[in-house]
């Protein structure tokens, strides 16, 4: 994948199995989304092909479940969460027709899923950060997508509604083996759920487990300059990348400076 | 049609403006539609300017001579092409609206100007003229109202879904373009048929205020464009009948019947929030977290 001159990534070759929990790294501008925009059709690929739950990527597979990365929805809104969630069966037909009892079921059942029947019937535009993005994925998962996608679900919400909005994910991949891409700058809140890690920088990227791609060597390799990686209670610490792609918790620094550690807990 | 309508009950003057009664009620419901994705999608501005091109070619059609509805109409479509063209995002589409508003409103006054006739007919078309609805202009205001309302039923979830949420609108394969330009297109007859009846000036208050009001006391998608029509239908016959009783033209009773209505919704949607939904915030993620904390504390 490349815009110009500039290569994002090359000869990256990725098979993901149902059920499967990939999470995408990489500092800022690394082609982390471009990867998502890609697997939804709106990006086609400069060379290579791809195929998405058994057909080329195109816009309108509703084989997938997009979490789009957070962003406030307007206030005004005449929309309360449950019609936000049945968009995601019936958002795309065209002529007013009213919802069937089936449909209704199953957006009690998306908003039951992710603990948010309590505020089922407020208006969108007055949930918390946390509650819109609990919505966000009912909304995804109400459609029962074999592939789920998420673009930086957890940014913005504090370490508990990390907690539960990735522990929510992970249930979710268990129980109905859905393919989920979590596209992230923080690995430590999913660190546990994660099966394979695709880690893109400067227009190369490593895919492995976790314990293969976040160590000392590969990531020094990757970004062909000095990275620790350090283990601390059952935390990864990433330290001396040129853009902390990895930050343990909140507090994001995304300093340019290549020596600056400051990554404790 | 008359035989169908027994205003003559009414007296002799609500007989006169029957067919005005039926052309506000229709712009009422349409109004009361299109404002809810007026609203949604931030286009107040838009409908204003599209209203200034509209009068531009009204003014045009008077001057020339030939059908006046149909010259709005026109302009309406153009400025709504314009504006669909040179601004699909909302920051481009405020400037290109600020350009065009202006120089319809000075072509409509070049046109005005020139033209000979009833000074009525030239006042009409920016402050209103619903009590002289012709028998043909209700043919046109039907059909027309008949095209927005099937318009907007073809297109009615695709465009909450991509007004509310366009990244996973777009992901999920809806066509943002188009759909935004068809409903620019809608907008344009709305407003035109607007134009017609309350005149260029006033035509915010039945496509923008009801549907604002309406969206300050409910989020229910149904009953926020139910109330919509309630309301803009309540003002634009509330308009019609309290002028009756007075020699001052209809708009003004239209615009303050609107606007009451949305004072009255401003009001009880403060109190509503002062002890309802907005309150809630704090309660309930603190019950999810004792959850989560507590299965994450087992964790080495």
Redesign the interface.
Known sequence: MSFGARTLWSGLDLDLVPGEFLAVLGPNGAGKSTFLRAVLGEQPLSAGTMSVAGRSPGRGNRAIGYVPQQKTLNAATPLRARDLVALGIDGDRYWLRPRSRADRARVDEALSAVGATAYADAPIGLLSGGEQQRVRIAQALVGDPSLLLCDEPLLSLDLRHQRAVSSMIDRRRREHDTAVVFVTHEINPVLDMVDRVLYVAGGRHRLGTPAEVLTSESLTDLYRTPVDVFTVRGRIVVVGTPDHPVEAGRGHDHSHHPDVTVEHR | MSDFFTFEDYGRLLGLVHNSLIAAALLGVIGGLVG?FV??RDMQFAVHGIAELSFAGAAAALLLGVNVALGSVLGSLLAGALIGALGIRARDRNSVIGVLMPFGLGLGVLFLSLYEGRAANKFGLLTGQVVSVAGQQLGWLISLSIVVVVGL??????L??L???P????????PAGLLSIVFTVLLALAVSLAVQVVGALLVLSLLVTPAAA??RV????LL?PVLSVVFAVTSAVGGILVALGTSVPISPFVTTISFLIYLVCRVSSRRRMRRG??S??DD??AE??T???S??MA??
């Open positions: 809810v609203q949604m039923a073809v297109i009615w979830r695709p909450t879904f007004s509310a949420d990244e996973v609108a777009v992901a999920r394969g809806l309406a969206f409910t989020a229910s998608p926020a939904w907005g809630r915030d309930e993620p999810q977290s959850v989560d904390n299965s994450h964790l080495p």
